[in-house]
Protein backbone atom coordinates (compact mmCIF):
# COMPACT_ATOMS: atom_id res chain seq x y z
CA UNK A 1 0.00 0.00 0.00
CA UNK A 2 1.37 3.61 -0.65
CA UNK A 3 1.65 5.87 2.11
CA UNK A 4 -0.45 8.71 2.03
CA UNK A 5 0.82 12.59 2.60
CA UNK A 6 -1.06 14.81 5.46
CA UNK A 7 -0.24 17.65 7.20
CA UNK A 8 -2.39 19.98 9.89
CA UNK A 9 -2.18 23.72 11.13
CA UNK A 10 -4.11 25.57 13.39
CA UNK A 11 -4.33 29.14 14.77
CA UNK A 12 -2.57 30.96 12.41
CA UNK A 13 -4.34 33.25 9.50
CA UNK A 14 -4.96 31.51 6.50
CA UNK A 15 -2.26 31.97 4.25
CA UNK A 16 0.00 30.94 7.09
CA UNK A 17 -2.06 27.83 7.47
CA UNK A 18 -1.57 26.90 3.53
CA UNK A 19 2.09 27.78 3.77
CA UNK A 20 2.38 25.79 6.88
CA UNK A 21 0.81 22.70 5.15
CA UNK A 22 2.63 22.82 1.98
CA UNK A 23 6.00 22.83 3.98
CA UNK A 24 4.55 20.00 6.24
CA UNK A 25 4.00 17.90 3.05
CA UNK A 26 7.32 18.40 1.48
CA UNK A 27 8.12 16.96 -1.72
CA UNK A 28 4.65 15.87 -3.74
CA UNK A 29 5.23 12.66 -5.91
CA UNK A 30 4.32 13.51 -9.38
CA UNK A 31 1.50 10.54 -9.09
CA UNK A 32 -0.16 12.26 -6.31
CA UNK A 33 -3.63 13.24 -7.99
CA UNK A 34 -6.08 13.35 -5.37
CA UNK A 35 -5.86 15.93 -1.81
CA UNK A 36 -8.70 16.47 0.59
CA UNK A 37 -8.51 19.99 2.55
CA UNK A 38 -10.60 20.47 5.44
CA UNK A 39 -11.75 23.55 7.33
CA UNK A 40 -13.69 25.02 9.51
CA UNK A 41 -16.73 27.49 9.04
CA UNK A 42 -13.72 30.12 10.19
CA UNK A 43 -12.12 29.71 7.06
CA UNK A 44 -15.44 29.83 5.05
CA UNK A 45 -14.53 32.97 3.36
CA UNK A 46 -11.12 32.18 2.50
CA UNK A 47 -11.50 28.87 1.53
CA UNK A 48 -11.90 29.01 -2.73
CA UNK A 49 -8.89 31.20 -2.83
CA UNK A 50 -6.80 28.74 -0.58
CA UNK A 51 -7.72 26.24 -2.68
CA UNK A 52 -7.18 28.08 -5.81
CA UNK A 53 -3.24 28.76 -4.55
CA UNK A 54 -3.19 24.68 -3.65
CA UNK A 55 -4.06 24.13 -7.66
CA UNK A 56 -0.87 26.67 -8.31
CA UNK A 57 0.70 25.11 -6.14
CA UNK A 58 0.70 21.24 -6.95
CA UNK A 59 -1.47 21.46 -10.32
CA UNK A 60 -1.99 17.75 -10.84
CA UNK A 61 -3.90 17.60 -7.66
CA UNK A 62 -7.21 17.58 -7.65
CA UNK A 63 -8.65 19.30 -4.68
CA UNK A 64 -11.76 17.79 -2.83
CA UNK A 65 -13.28 18.35 0.98
Given at each position: ???????????????????????????V???A????V???????E???????????????V????
Amino acid sequence: MTPFLFAHASDLTAGELLDDCLGQLGTVPRQANLGFVYATDRLAEELAGLVERLQQQLPGVQWTG
